[in-house]
């Protein structure tokens, strides 16, 4: 292959990293979104050492510092009495101890970073792939606006409902966990009339409901919380549903006044089920090649489903620079072995939703360096 057609589909935070990453190695991927364009839904996300060593090696680690808000401690409440269940060192202690900053942004802002960071002409909107055929010797996509484009490498990075993965595996929907996450993002002016000094990250908790909250911005001028909360069923037509203030009020009642300000803060909430799948069989078959979301989605409850989907595009890019590309199977096979043990127990971690509760040491995801670590070799088959 003398220059190897790469396409990636699905422009998410794991596909627009791992854009980004090829490029540094040399690639020149072609982006393939099947939105008309990305707007600032109302969302924040954490980006942990992990992650913003990664955006240092793609450039934008400045960028990011300026753009987030940097809590000097996670901290876990007690729902009813706001009491201390662990306060987990961030800040200066995370630089010093995971080599990086942890932060918490605007999902939005930090996706349009990365995107403005790639070539606007690599990177097609209205583009939904509805179907691909792997002829051995390259790859055909087709797409719902009836164009066709051919490549010699495929990454899915189609998230849950993978295009991708349904080719490989067969149509399964993902399994509905049962809890659902409400989302309200707004402006932290309108807390002032509380009276509350509002922690810069926590997490609420009772027993089988939390909530999350932390500012998004360095100004810490918007806020954002993000729940996970029982329901029993939901309708798999929806990707989302918008909420209430009356609905928050019922989920969170006895909770701490802190928490019923929140709710009065903002009437403006959505809500999201928290879907999953268990770890797929294969990553790759042929030419094609899954990652974040598409292989290995998650509930969210650690905060780092965008975070493994960054790291798998790193180290996917890490496996083609070592390996090449003309040799796409070991390459493929690389990236799952170094892989699929920390994204499977992220995932496990996260379905148990315990990350941090306690006092626990966070170092092993902190800390993790994908472009550091010692790579295994896959076992032979
Ligand atoms: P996605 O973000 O789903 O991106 C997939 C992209 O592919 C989309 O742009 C989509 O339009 C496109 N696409 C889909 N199908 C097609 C097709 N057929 N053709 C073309 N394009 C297609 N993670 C964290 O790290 N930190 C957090 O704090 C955090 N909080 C979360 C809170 C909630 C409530 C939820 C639900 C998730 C949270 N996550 C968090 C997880 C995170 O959102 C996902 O794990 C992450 O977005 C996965 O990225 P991805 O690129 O794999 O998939």
Redesign the pocket.
């Known amino acids: 292959m003398s220059k190897p057609r790469i396409a990636i589909?699905?422009?998410?935070?794991?596909?627009i990293a791992a854009a980004l990453l090829l490029r540094q190695e040399g690639f020149e991927p072609i982006l393939?979104?099947?939105?008309p364009a990305f707007s600032r839904l109302g969302?924040?996300?954490?980006v942990g050492p992990n992650v913003m060593k990664i955006m240092r090696r793609i450039g934008l680690e400045g960028a990011m510092e300026a753009m987030g808000s940097h809590p000097d401690y996670w901290y876990s409440r007690n729902g009813a009495d706001a009491a201390i269940l662990s306060q987990i060192p961030l800040g200066d202690f995370a630089r010093k101890h995971y080599g990086a900053s942890y932060l918490t942004v605007h999902r939005g802002d930090f996706h349009q970073l990365m995107v403005d960071a790639f070539p606007a002409s690599s990177l097609l909107y209205n583009?939904?792939?509805?179907g691909i055929e792997d002829r051995g010797r390259n790859v055909v996509l087709r797409f719902e606006d009836g164009t066709v484009a051919e490549a010699d490498i495929v990454i899915g990075?189609?998230?849950?409902?993978?295009?991708i993965r349904e080719h490989m595996l067969g149509a399964e929907a993902p399994r509905y966990t049962g809890w659902v996450?409400h989302?309200a993002v707004f402006s932290a002016d309108r807390l002032a009339k509380y009276g509350f000094k509002f922690d810069q990250c926590v997490k609420w908790w009772s027993e089988d409901r939390h909530m999350m909250v932390y500012y998004v911005t360095e100004k810490q001028d918007e806020y954002y919380y993000?729940t996970g909360v029982p329901q029993a069923e939901w309708d798999m037509s929806k990707a989302w549903v918008q909420s209430s203030q009356e609905e928050m009020r019922e989920a969170f009642a006895g909770y701490h006044p802190m928490v019923q300000a929140l709710i009065d803060a903002c009437d403006d909430i959505t809500k999201?089920p928290?879907l999953e799948r268990d770890p797929l069989p294969l990553w790759s078959r042929g030419r094609m090649v899954m990652?974040?979301?598409?292989c290995h989605?998650?509930k969210?409850h650690m905060?780092?489903?965008?975070?493994?989907?960054i790291e798998d595009a790193a180290m996917l890019a890490r496996c083609f620079g070592q390996v090449g590309v003309e040799d796409y199977e070991t390459a493929f096979a690389l990236y799952r072995a170094n892989r699929i043990e920390r994204a499977s127990r992220v995932q496990k971690v996260s379905h148990d939703n315990t990350w941090l509760r306690t006092n626990e040491d966070p170092a092993w995801v902190f800390g993790y360096d994908v472009f550091e670590v010692p790579l295994i070799e896959p076992a032979r088959v």
């Open positions: 589909v699905g422009a998410g935070l794991g596909g393939y979104e099947q939105a969302a924040g996300i954490h583009k939904r792939l509805t990075a189609d998230g849950v409902n993978s295009v996450a989302r993000v999201w928290l990652l974040g979301d598409a989605p998650m969210p905060a780092q489903g965008a975070a493994m989907a």
